[in-house]
């Protein structure tokens, strides 16, 4: 997972004061690399996960409604009410499940700092952290940074289906946590009933934590087939020991303002608030008021994204029928697999650098989420881009 510039900048960096860094395999995150390289070359980025076009103008000027009115100073450690009250009322709605805004959901600085500081809050050294690899990249930097052990669990190629007798055989009297992630990023899979099911089942009776990753949980696709979003909320046996986790940069197309959500007990939510109040203490306080109000006001909207995006991956794989490139299905999540194995053999890191370079289209190369870098030829295209993007990136996809 030490990608771009880690290794020279480590180096660089090295001062004989310090003597040795709290994350010596870490390099800077594939995000930032590929979005500055599409930018070097002025390539399309599909690459970093974030959309190309703008939210709703409600949303935009509600925040600037807020700040005139004076919502300029901190706000509730926890978050404002009317946001968290919105909260509670969507997630009873769609998953039947009560949370108490007061005491069990809390507003953080995007789902990155609800993950970290569910990790902080309950992470000693010498634990160990159940993970699914391919894993999204800030899980195990937090793991490590609070003195735990990731464990890794596999979901394989092509399926990435989790392994219940594997994670079975992983627990130990030391797992402290499993963290999940459906819908999943990279892969664009979801987690079944069956699935939730077998993880209840496996930490019944146990003193594991689990931290469910959400931030998706609006973009499932082909939901006439059954398929839903199976949050942890549903599952009782899962919901009274789990932190879950969404982020409003997802859903309302607002990446850049950092600002998500970390339901939990409130057991779990006062261990997570002691860790909060002194990673960040609060959130940027217009936004928090502004998304309370668009949720209010459009509750619709987060029930629409998921046919949002199913037009726009319809359309992503139209552009890519005539190419060499092979898909993988898609059921969730705004990112699409494609195996490059007809165009070349070359590990997926060079060959998004290459794309990138020679193409005019930058993509994220799954291998980095991988351990032990495992490279199956499969590269990660954001489709969350306007058609005209989209149509771009797919003419120079086709000439390959
Ligand atoms: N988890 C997953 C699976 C993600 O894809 C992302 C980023 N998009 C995050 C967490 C972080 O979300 P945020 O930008 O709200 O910190
Ligand atoms: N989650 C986004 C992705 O998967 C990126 C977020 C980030 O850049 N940290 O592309």
């Not at 660089?12 to 930032?32: D, E, H, K, Q, W």
């Amino acid at each position: 997972m030490n990608f771009g510039d880690g290794g020279r900048l480590g180096s660089r960096g090295r001062m004989a004061f310090f003597p040795s860094s709290r994350l010596p395999n870490v390099g800077t995150t594939i995000f930032t690399v590929m979005s500055r390289l599409a930018a070097e070359h002025g390539a399309i980025n599909l690459s970093q996960g974030f959309p190309d076009f703008s939210p709703s103008p409600l949303l935009l000027e509600r925040v600037a409604h807020h700040m005139a009115a004076g919502a300029n100073q901190y706000p509730p450690m926890a978050g404002v009410a009317p946001l968290r009250e919105a909260i509670a009322e969507k997630v009873a709605r769609l998953y039947l499940a009560n949370y108490d805004p007061e005491s069990e959901i809390t507003v953080t600085a995007g789902a990155t700092q609800a993950i970290y500081t569910a990790i902080a809050s309950c992470v000693r050294p010498g634990d160990e952290v159940i993970v699914f690899a391919p894993v999204y990249d800030s899980y195990v930097p937090g793991i490590e940074l609070n003195g735990g052990h990731a464990v890794y669990a596999h979901l394989r190629f092509p399926d990435f289906k989790p392994d219940w007798e594997e994670v079975r055989a992983l627990i130990t009297p030391r797992t402290r946590m499993i963290i999940i992630n459906s819908p999943h990023n990279p892969s664009g899979t979801l987690w079944s009933a069956d699935d939730m099911a077998m993880l209840e089942t496996l930490v019944r009776d146990s003193k594991i934590v689990v931290v469910s990753d959400e931030v998706y949980e609006h973009v499932v696709f082909d939901q006439e087939t059954g398929r839903r979003h199976e949050s942890v909320t549903r599952y009782p046996g899962l919901r009274e020991r789990s932190f879950v986790i969404s982020s409003f940069g997802k859903t309302y197309h607002v990446t850049g303002w950092k600002v998500a959500y970390c339901l939990a007990p409130r057991a779990l939510s006062t261990e997570f608030r002691k860790a909060h109040q002194f990673i960040v203490f609060t959130v940027h306080h217009p936004s928090q008021l502004a998304l309370a109000d668009f949720m209010r006001a459009k509750p619709e909207f987060a029930d629409n994204l998921a046919d949002f995006y199913r037009n726009k991956r319809d359309f992503f794989r139209k552009q890519l029928e005539a190419s060499k490139f092979e898909l993988l299905p898609c059921a969730g999540t705004y990112f699409q697999l494609a195996t490059y194995a007809a165009i070349s053999d070359e590990p997926d890191t060079s060959f998004v650098q290459r794309l990138t370079r020679e193409f005019g289209v930058a993509a994220i190369p799954v291998s980095v989420f991988n351990p032990d870098g495992e490279d199956k030829r499969v590269i990660r295209f954001c489709f969350a881009k306007t058609e005209s993007t989209l149509a771009a990136a797919g003419e120079r996809l086709r000439k390959i």
